[in-house]
């Protein structure tokens, strides 16, 4: 996936680990066009928002909801290197949210921009044993109120799962907590 954007005339490669749902990839440039870096400038982590009006995408997380059924397992689409991987949260949804709302994240890597993620709906922080949580910047929309760094990554986890909509994975998966989440 070797695909370059450009920021405000900045140019953007794609990270080789980048976790980009799928969709995405196509509409990542109209979104870039829309701000400009200098209100980012110094960041590691820039993390823009879109309200992408002409298609819909699948909620990749969602909040947990009283009675949810939670699964554990690592993460499938994870690019970590199988050792770093560990038990993320997911509920079994059926037929899942479709929204407009489109995320897109940059990280600043020695003076350059790379493409790190990109998926349907709001901003949602890594997980807190991921070394990308120490630069989680935090996050305020709506009623959601997140601190920067580990604290607020696990603090959304404890509220939050990654969507399943495979019923036989899913009841493959474990249902201990992680320590990460105790």
């Known amino acids: 996936m070797a695909r ?29 066009n829309h701000y400009t ?44 290197k199988p050792k770093n991987r560990q038990p993320m949260p997911f509920v079994y949804i059926s037929t899942c949210t479709r929204v407009c709302e ?3 994240y940059l990280e600043q890597v020695e003076g350059r921009l790379q493409l790190v993620r990109s998926h349907f709906g709001r901003p949602f922080p890594p997980a807190p044993f991921q070394s990308s949580s120490r630069c ?19 603090e959304f986890w404890l509220h939050h799962a990654m969507v399943s909509k495979d019923i036989i994975a899913f009841n493959e998966m474990s249902v201990d907590k992680p320590s990460w989440l105790k």
């Not at 490669?13 to 979104?31: F, G, K, M, Y």
């Not at 989680?136 to 990554?153: E, I, K, N, S």
């Open 4 to 32: 370059t954007f450009t920021f405000d005339g900045i140019p953007v490669n794609v990270a080789p680990w980048a976790h980009l749902q799928p969709r995405t990839l196509s509409i990542i440039q109209e979104v870039l």
């Open 37 to 80: 870096f200098a209100p980012f400038a110094g960041r590691k982590l820039i993390i823009l928002e879109f309200d992408w009006l002409r298609d819909k995408g699948q909620l990749p997380v969602v909040e947990l909801l009283p009675g949810d059924e939670v699964r554990y397992a690592p993460d499938p689409t994870s690019t970590a």
């Open 102 to 104: 489109m995320s897109v």
């Open 136 to 154: 989680w910047p935090g996050y305020t929309a709506g009623g959601l109120t997140l601190d920067p760094g580990f604290r607020g990554c696990r």
